[in-house]
């Protein structure tokens, strides 16, 4: 009996582990500093997660058919930079579908040499990160890029506006995971994204077509790179640019610690929404506490292996290896 309730403990805590603890840390923080649960806070963290969360939507995707992009830091840097660009030299109207071809463009090789050439997506989404940054620097001319006119724009109404009194990044980020949650689980597309991940063989002979859906899911990554970009440069019609540098590992964290295995096949977008709110408010609350905010990176790198041990551990059920 003792041993199946050990047992069961460690099931319960390999599935919902990361609940119970998010649960513990917002209890936690909350004693800390009551301003934690005080709504203007709670929509301010909702509000600055959006970009990151727009971000792991797409890796979502990616992930769940079994792949990795850790380009799209350097993507949405590059993306944030030639928006802000185009604004000055065509204009909002055309340099919005300008910034998006030219990221959709990038997601696009990404998705060809994983999808058509079978490459391994960890190398390849890795040396795109270097080119990319490459890319952008070269593009910008190693300068920052600001808005020349910030007062005469109505750009600056997706990332300062607001849509009934809702921040416009919310509601983008909002609107944008309940297309992509129906698309990933109401659609034959979304089955097929399952079933790649899980096993890419069989669903090659079932007559999937396993790269144009590998193709796909990079696309859709970087359609939402580019969406998020688009509120950055919004947002403070300026950036530097390494401004996404870095949040590759955020998003990375986010998804898992949403559910979706690194092993590909599981995760839903509703899931990854909640990781990314996990994310935000463990850093929120690490700020209120007095805590600086380069521990903040301690606590992601923390949180990445947590989360990858209790995956793995959901998937043998039990919390440590029987070789052990």
């Not at 802000?84 to 463009?105: C, E, K, Q, S």
């Not at 309940?178 to 090659?204: D, E, Q």
């Not at 969406?227 to 949040?247: D, E, F, K, Y």
Request: glycine share 12%; proline share 2%.
């Amino acid at each position: 009996m003792a041993n199946f309730t050990r047992k069961d403990v460690g099931a319960l805590l390999a599935r919902q582990g990361i609940l119970i603890a998010f649960v513990v840390f917002m209890v936690g923080f909350a004693l800390i500093n009551q301003r934690f649960v005080a709504p203007d806070n709670i929509l301010g963290v909702i509000r600055s997660s959006a970009i990151l969360g727009v971000i792991a939507l797409g890796v979502t995707f990616v992930v769940i058919g079994g792949n990795l992009d850790l380009s799209v830091g350097s993507m949405m840097s590059f993306s944030t930079i030639v928006v802000l660009d185009l604004h000055d030299r065509l204009g909002p109207v055309l340099g919005i579908p300008a910034m998006y071809a030219m990221t959709l463009a990038l997601g696009a090789f990404n998705g060809f040499l994983i999808g058509y050439l079978r490459l391994n997506s960890l190398i390849v989404t890795l040396g795109m990160l270097s080119a990319i940054y490459g890319l952008t620097l070269t593009y910008s001319g190693g300068k920052n890029m600001d808005i020349a006119d910030k007062e005469g724009t109505w750009f600056s109404v997706f990332g300062q506006g607001d849509i009934l009194g809702i921040p416009s990044p919310i509601v983008i980020f909002a609107g944008l995971a309940i297309i992509l949650a129906l698309l990933l689980a109401k659609t034959p597309f979304g089955r097929k994204v399952y079933a790649v991940g899980g096993n890419g063989v069989a669903a090659t002979f079932s007559g999937i077509p396993r790269a144009r859906i590998v193709f796909f899911t990079y696309l859709i990554s970087s359609f939402c790179v580019a969406t998020a970009g688009l509120i950055q440069a919004s947002r403070s019609l300026g950036s530097q640019n390494t401004v996404g540098q870095g949040m590759e590992l955020e998003v990375l964290a986010a998804v898992i610690l949403g559910g979706a295995s690194l092993l590909g096949g599981s995760g839903t977008v509703f899931k990854t929404v909640i990781g990314v709110l996990i994310l935000g408010f463990i850093q929120n609350g690490l700020l209120l506490a007095g805590l600086q905010f380069y521990v903040q990176y301690v606590v992601t790198w923390v949180i990445i292996i947590l989360a990858v041990w209790l995956d793995i551990a959901a998937k043998r059920g039990r919390l440590w290896s029987p070789i052990a």
